[in-house]
């Protein structure tokens, strides 16, 4: 039984916790107010994941380092940058193997599928965030002072996502009320289930070949927007959606009014055009596959339903 660290309690830290611990596998959950998932091998412990130190304390004798925890979306300039390279540190300083959750921003506007060896070419600030703390994380890895990988996905769907469309379309839709976007609902998008991005994370740590590059999550849909929501309203026997994007006036609005809507516009080309994963190799090499789209929408529908 080995002993593995997750830092962040969110959707992806709670799954990737809760599915280690019922293989068998200790783990230990950090987070700033000490959250986590109850299970009798899971050892959850406040702590700021900032400070390298205390980090490396909690990752002695651990296997595996796996981040899942994010700065508030509005204070990924500031605050993803010292988050990443304590994590960094840490994990070099204790020799634990580190997986980190990513995300496509760095790679920009990209036709066709993205395949993960695709070089970083961000376009967003949050893009240039993320592409910085892979291009770091891989240049430790590559001077042979720890080992590195990052697991990319798509848009979360699940239960228990947090996201544009999880927090605003599928209330509206199961409601039949309209929902209003910030974003375009007609072009094929990647979207990942919480259980499968928590399956590859664990399968590409205990993957002896899975160091010093980056995988993606098989996607458990990439219908567009619009569709997807019409698949929920089928499975709810609710009417069909009323959808629609902002105008650029509402946009602006809601942009002055909220600060995390004003983070949107930046990654708004990622609904503008196609968003597609290239999984194939976390299929081929690892066995990971995509849960059943409607499998997913199930699980936001209300109980009983």
């Known amino acids: 039984m080995a002993l593995h660290v997750i830092t962040g309690a969110g959707a ?24 986590g998932p109850e299970h009798p091998l899971v050892e959850r412990v406040a702590a700021d994941i900032t400070d390298p130190g205390r980090v490396a304390e909690l990752l002695h004798g651990a296997k595996t380092l796996y981040n899942a925890a994010a700065p508030a979306y509005q204070d990924w300039r500031t605050h993803f940058p010292p988050l990443a390279a304590s994590l960094l540190a840490a994990a070099e300083r204790t020799g634990a193997d580190y997986v980190m959750l990513g995300n496509v921003y760095g790679y920009g506007p990209v036709e066709g599928p993205i395949t993960p060896d695709r070089p970083m070419r961000p376009n967003s600030d949050k893009g240039r965030v993320r592409a910085a703390m892979w291009e770091q994380a891989l240049a430790a890895h590559d001077a042979g002072r720890v080992r590195v990988t990052e697991v990319r996905a798509g848009d979360f769907l699940g239960a228990t996502a947090i996201g544009l469309f999880p927090l605003v379309a599928v209330p509206a839709v199961l409601a039949g009320g309209e929902a209003v976007l910030p974003v375009g609902l007609d072009a094929p998008h990647a979207w990942s289930y919480v259980d499968d991005v928590a399956r590859t994370l664990i399968a590409v740590g205990a993957h002896d070949d899975g160091w010093g590059r980056a995988w993606h999550v098989p996607s458990t849909s990439e219908l567009p927007p619009r569709e997807l929501m019409a698949r929920l309203a089928e499975l709810a026997g609710a009417p069909v959606p009323r959808l629609r994007t902002m105008t650029p006036d ?26 597609r994963l290239d999984a194939s190799g976390t299929e081929r090499l690892l066995g990971v596959r995509a849960t059943e789209p409607d499998l997913v929408l199930k699980e936001l529908l209300p109980s009983g339903r």
């Open 12 to 35: 992806i830290g709670t799954a990737t916790a809760r599915l280690l611990a019922a293989s068998g596998e200790q783990v230990r959950v950090i987070t700033r107010s000490g959250g």
């Open 250 to 275: 509402e946009l602006d609005a809601a942009a002055a009014a909220d600060v995390v809507m004003a983070e949107i516009p930046e990654m708004a080309y990622q609904y503008d055009r196609e968003l």
